[in-house]
Nanobody, 128 residues
Framework: QVHLVESGGGLVQPGGSLTLSCTVS????????IGWFRQAPGKEREGVSC????????YYADSVKGRFTISKHNAKGTVYLQMNNLTPEDTAVYYC?????????????????????WGKGTLVTVSS
């Protein structure tokens, strides 16, 4: 059975850093992409970053490029999202999701519709 569980959210001051974790079960990170998404109150869901199966090619939204880093530890079944230089605009519930259709994510991965399984999310609040 497939499960994804996010952790690591919390309150952080502007300019601070936070690392989110997504622990998966029921499939291998060697073969399938994982995406990180976020949704702020009153806003649409946004694809933040994605890492492919296989060689771990990474993808980032322009809004986080240069500040966020996605990585994974296949043996631990965990995907990380290192977030630096956080701003209040990064405040949102962050979700991880799995695309079990193949090794490479869809070119439209950021829309979220290609993801098959989702975690329940972890709240990140950036505030002084």
């Amino acid at each position: 059975q497939v499960h994804l569980v996010e952790s690591g959210g919390g309150l952080v001051q502007p300019g601070g850093s936070l690392t989110l974790s997504c622990t998966v079960s029921g499939f291998s990170l060697d073969y399938f992409p994982i995406g990180w998404f976020r949704q702020a109150p009153g806003k649409e869901r946004e694809g933040v970053s994605c890492i492919s199966g296989g060689d771990g090619t990474t993808y980032y939204a322009d809004s986080v490029k240069g500040r966020f880093t996605i990585s994974k530890h296949n043996a631990k079944g965990t995907v990380y999202l290192q977030m630096n230089n956080l701003t209040p605009e990064d405040t949102a519930v962050y979700y991880c999701a799995a695309d079990l259709s193949g090794t490479r994510p869809s070119p439209f991965w950021s829309e979220g519709y290609s993801m098959d399984y989702w975690g329940k999310g972890t709240l990140v609040t950036v505030s002084s």
